[in-house]
């Protein structure tokens, strides 16, 4: 198992988290952006740099993943793509994506983006607060106990 992280959009404190968790369970954990990310000095972290075109991250991320790893996006149709491969996809809130769940998403998600094409606004998610970062790091646990 490794850990995948669309770190364009990937909030720090969740990075943060990721780090220590990858560092302890001796996870290697690869960080996929259109900038170098900078990690702690460890030989189980890397960063990937893709071109800035639309998607590249997201193509990168789907070209090395492999079953039984685990992406951390809030990127629904990635997350989409990495569990048709047999990856396990988490949001940085800490909601685990799955086959049963990720179809309707990508249809919410579908509709809003319509809505707002149309000139709706539709607002944003709220920031990120210490429930959404401990609902992740509870998450993260599980996921990395089962490996």
Do not use: W
Request: contains cysteine; hydrophobic residues 40%.
């Amino acid at each position: 198992m490794r850990i995948i992280v669309d770190a364009d959009a990937c909030p720090r404190a969740i990075k943060d988290i990721l780090f220590r968790a990858a560092q302890k369970a001796s996870i290697e954990m690869v960080m996929v952006a259109n900038t170098h990310i900078r990690t702690p000095p460890s030989t189980l972290f890397s960063s990937v740099s893709v071109t800035s075109g639309y998607n590249d991250a997201d193509d990168k991320i789907v070209e090395i993943v492999c079953e039984g790893d685990l992406v951390i996006t809030a990127d629904i149709p990635l997350a989409s793509r990495v569990i048709e491969k047999g990856a396990v996809a988490l949001d940085p809130r800490g909601q685990l994506y799955t086959e049963e769940n990720v179809g309707s998403r990508l249809s919410v998600r579908d509709f809003m983006e319509e809505l707002r094409d149309c000139g709706v606004n539709t607002g944003g998610p709220p920031p990120l607060g210490p429930r959404n970062r401990q609902d992740f790091a509870n998450e993260l646990q599980k996921i990395l106990l089962r490996k």
